[in-house]
């Protein structure tokens, strides 16, 4: 059984910038692939970034100059580095853990979620 918990969330204005952390209770972060989605209000829940159990990291197109993900076996945690936020970006963010790999942007066949933190972008 795996915890997921988040935190890092907040208000911020356009341009800034914001750091996520998924830490993970239970088993090690090294035996499963980490992704963030998200999801606005009225919408759904879309993929962000992912890293799998290699290292190997994918983005969203919205995001892939913007945000960087990073994870640290050693501390159990997953870091999602936003900036140049905007307006767009105001959601919930969740991080998934998945103990296979690839379609890491459907947000079926994961076997673990967090609750979310919520990240919200002034304009």
């Known amino acids: 059984q795996v915890a997921l918990v988040e935190s890092g969330g907040g208000l911020v204005q356009a341009g800034d910038s914001l750091k996520l952390s998924c830490a993970a209770e239970?088993?090690?972060?090294?035996?499963?692939?980490i992704s963030w989605f998200r999801q606005a209000p009225g919408k759904d829940r879309e993929f962000v970034a992912a890293?799998?159990?290699?290292?190997?990291?994918y983005y969203a197109d919205s995001v892939r100059d913007r945000f960087t993900l990073s994870g640290d076996n050693a501390k159990n945690t997953v870091a999602l580095q936003m900036n140049r936020l905007k307006p767009e970006d105001t959601a919930v963010y969740y991080c998934?853990?998945?103990?296979?790999?690839?379609?890491?942007?459907?947000?079926?066949?994961?076997?673990?979620w967090g609750q979310g933190t919520q990240v919200t972008v002034s304009s």
């Open positions: 890293i799998s159990r290699t290292s190997s990291t």
């Open positions: 239970g088993r090690t972060f090294s035996s499963y692939s």
């Open positions: 998934a853990a998945k103990a296979y790999s690839g379609n890491y942007d459907a947000t079926y066949g994961y076997d673990y």
